[in-house]
Structures are given as C-alpha cells and as structure tokens.
C-alpha cells in the first residue's frame, strides 16, 4: 500500500517531468538535439566549476539545516524564529485569514512544483545551451544567497 508522503513524492515528480517536457519543447534551441556527445563533454568540462559550486551550496545548506543548525541554536542559547515573528506581527496571520482554496492550492503548486523545477531545469538548460555567463552568475548569485 501507497503512503500518503510516497503518493506526493510520485505526484510531484509527475509534475515535474511534465514541466521538464513542456520546457524542452518551449525553451530548447532545435540543434541542441542534433549536437553529438564530444561537444557536450567539452561544454560539461567548461561548466564544472560552476556545477561543482552549486552542488556545493546545496550540499552545504543541507547539511547548515539537518545537522548544524540544532547544536549551534542551542550553543547559542536563543532561535531567532521569535525574534523574526515579533517582526512580523500579525501580517502572516492577516494574509492567512484572506486566502482563498484557489490561492492556496496555486501557491503550493507554486513552491512545491515550480520553485523545485526552476532550481535544477536552469542550470541544466545553462549547460545544454553552453551559457557559461549565465551559470556562472547563477552559482555565484547562489553562493552569496
């Protein structure tokens, strides 16, 4: 039998490969299908400073908010959440009484979905296309984020 957390993981990557279908036959320049393995391997060694950054700050926060982030709250004795709350006032709690079924169903859709898919369907289509620029300055826009 199928968990609710495993029917979500199916679903999303569902989403997922959708979109990345839709984005190939949207966003992908035509030769890029008739490019051969070779150039596509001098492209990837071009890019893997860049892949090896992100992957990097990726691997780093995952590891900042599964295993650091505990320990260093309670070395430091305080967790900032209430501090930022305090900041907040009731702004969260005002727009939660305002929404809707349908601006809560689009922005789920939005974070759990799309934000995923924008994080790793842009560097990919930075390196198929050979966008060095454009990797690099996302993987230090990421680095500094």
Same mark, same amino acid.
């Given at each position: 039998?199928? /968990?609710?957390?495993?029917?979500?993981?199916? *679903?999303?990557?569902?989403?997922?490969?959708?979109?990345?279908?839709?984005?190939?036959?949207?966003?992908?320049?035509?030769? *890029?299908?008739?490019?051969?393995?070779?150039?596509?391997?001098?492209?990837?060694?071009?890019?893997?400073?860049?892949?090896?950054?992100?992957?990097?700050?990726?691997?780093?926060?995952?590891?900042?908010?599964?295993?650091?982030?505990?320990?260093?709250?309670?070395?430091?004795?305080?967790?900032?959440?209430?501090?930022?709350?305090?900041?907040?006032?009731?702004?969260?709690?005002?727009? /939660?009484?305002?929404?809707?079924?349908?601006?809560?169903?689009? +922005?789920?859709?939005?974070?759990?979905?799309?934000?995923? +898919?924008?994080?790793?369907? /842009?560097?990919?289509?930075?390196?198929?296309?050979?966008?060095?620029? /454009?990797?690099?300055?996302?993987?230090?826009?990421?680095?500094?984020?």
């Amino acid at each position: 039998m199928i /968990s609710v957390v495993e029917t979500w993981l199916i *679903i999303l990557g569902l989403v997922n490969i959708i979109l990345f279908i839709i984005a190939l036959i949207i966003f992908m320049p035509r030769k *890029i299908f008739k490019t051969n393995i070779a150039d596509f391997y001098e492209t990837f060694k071009r890019h893997l400073p860049y892949l090896l950054l992100i992957l990097g700050v990726v691997f780093i926060h995952l590891a900042e908010v599964n295993i650091i982030d505990t320990p260093v709250t309670e070395w430091i004795g305080t967790d900032f959440a209430y501090d930022i709350q305090n900041i907040e006032g009731d702004v969260v709690f005002w727009f /939660s009484q305002h929404w809707t079924p349908v601006l809560v169903y689009f +922005f789920v859709f939005m974070y759990i979905a799309v934000y995923p +898919f924008t994080l790793w369907f /842009s560097p990919t289509y930075f390196l198929v296309v050979d966008k060095k620029r /454009s990797m690099k300055t996302l993987a230090y826009g990421l680095l500094l984020i």
